[in-house]
């Protein structure tokens, strides 16, 4: 590897090392963080707790890694583990847990941590959504055994992502580990890398503004993937044979590479240089989310009671709470603006008890994946334009209660 992609590569995890007081290891993307983690600290056949309103490219990725997905009851206020309500026969056979920290909002950590330390097993933070997101005044990547940055979320770098620590001394084996399933750019990555900062670059001199550049076109290369869904096909007779063949990367290669084909490769030294200047004003991004979270509470009457309490977080998405998500979703469409980030259905209704423990309680994960729609604060003037006149579906939950 050339030595100034090397020297970025540690500048970057230099950066988020001194933010979590924690050892860092750079990564391809986010996806590959988090399959280091679950091959370091889990077994093949090992069973992992997990919420089911997650991405499901994590669900393939935890599959890919050789572990059995157990899915976990949520609370219907955050879409995050509802701890209280785990069984304590899943406790009792669990090997590990997986937080997602969706949109920002924070799990449970501390309760999660506890548990898992009087189990013994460890804790994997996916902080892919959380990385400005603090609790008690420590930052979510400092409490878990090991934890998963992506850096296409809030750094909005389009690839990359960071494995932070527990143990530091593990280092050399993480290393070793994401050598052997980083794949060298091909030609088309190469040619990628030399047209897209030019590209970039035309864009910006006419006047093409993120907003208007990413939407449509994202919306365009997510549809192809993913059919018309939220889920991307499960293609079961496929899944299953992938799975007989263990903890294989390669055979799960047609789910975990679904919305960045390039996320084994590394990135080459532009990219890094973006990572980096990016990472470098998270500060000022926070601010910014933090004053548009506020503004959205302030300004429309559909926005979870969870993003409503306390002081704004810094969200990566601000989750709504409507009632018809498809016509909000379309009316803040023909504005240009489409939401991603939408779980439905929960993973245990999508993959079925062959590919999952189904959770013992799922009506909470129902309704939140049904009635949520993310929301970048960052557009918020948008989002506010589109729906100021939207009736609030929270009395939907709290009837059904
Ligand atoms: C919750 C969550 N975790 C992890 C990831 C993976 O990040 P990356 O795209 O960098 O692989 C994603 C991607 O969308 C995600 O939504």
Redesign the pocket.
């Known amino acids: 590897m050339e030595m100034k992609q090397q020297r970025l590569q540690r500048e970057i995890e230099a950066n988020i090392a001194d933010r979590l007081g924690r050892e860092c290891v750079f990564m391809p993307?986010?996806?590959i963080a988090?399959y280091c983690a679950l091959r370091t600290h889990l077994k093949a056949g090992d069973a992992l707790l997990m919420s089911p309103v997650?991405?499901d490219?994590?669900y393939f990725t935890v599959l890919a890694a050789g572990v059995r997905p157990v899915m976990a009851p949520l609370s219907a206020d955050d879409g995050n583990i509802d701890v209280e309500a785990v069984p304590a026969e899943t406790w009792s056979r669990v090997r590990g847990v997986l937080t997602?920290n969706l949109y920002g909002l924070p799990d449970r950590v501390e309760k999660l941590r506890e548990r898992c330390a009087a189990l013994g097993i460890p804790l994997i933070e996916?902080v892919?959504?959380a990385i400005e997101t603090s609790v008690g005044g420590k930052p979510l990547g400092s409490f878990g055994t090991a934890a998963?940055f992506?850096?296409?979320k809030h750094v909005d770098a389009g690839c990359g992502?960071v494995l932070a620590l527990g143990d530091g001394s593990l280092r050399r084996d993480i290393e070793a580990l994401r050598d052997g399933v980083v794949m060298a750019r091909g030609p088309l990555q190469l040619a990628g890398d030399f047209v897209k900062p030019r590209a970039r670059a035309v864009l910006d001199a006419l006047g093409v503004t993120g907003a208007l550049r990413s939407t449509r076109l994202v919306e365009v290369l997510l549809r192809a993937e993913r059919g018309s869904a939220h889920r991307m096909d499960l293609h079961a007779d496929e899944l299953r044979r992938a799975i007989a063949q263990g903890a294989v990367l390669d055979a799960f290669e047609p789910w975990v590479r679904v919305?960045?084909n390039d996320?084994r490769m590394m990135p080459g030294v532009d990219a890094l240089k973006r990572i980096l200047a990016r990472l470098r004003r998270l500060d000022a991004d926070r601010e910014e989310r933090i004053r548009a979270v506020e503004r959205l509470r302030r300004e429309l009457d559909l926005v979870a009671p969870v993003a409503c309490r306390g002081e704004p977080l810094p969200l990566f998405r601000v989750p709504l709470l409507v009632t018809d998500r498809d016509a909000v979703r379309a009316e803040l469409g023909g504005r240009g603006f489409w939401a991603h980030?939408i779980y439905d259905p929960p993973l245990d209704d999508y993959a079925g008890a062959e590919f999952a423990d189904p959770s013992p309680a799922p009506d909470a994960a129902r309704w939140w994946a049904r009635h949520v729609l993310p929301v970048n604060p960052l557009r918020a003037d948008i989002v506010i334009a589109a729906l100021r006149s939207q009736a609030p579906a929270r009395a939907l939950w709290a009837g059904a209660q």
């Open positions: 993307s986010g996806r988090l997650n991405d490219v994590i997602t996916d892919a959504h998963a992506s850096l296409s992502g919305d960045r996320y980030y």
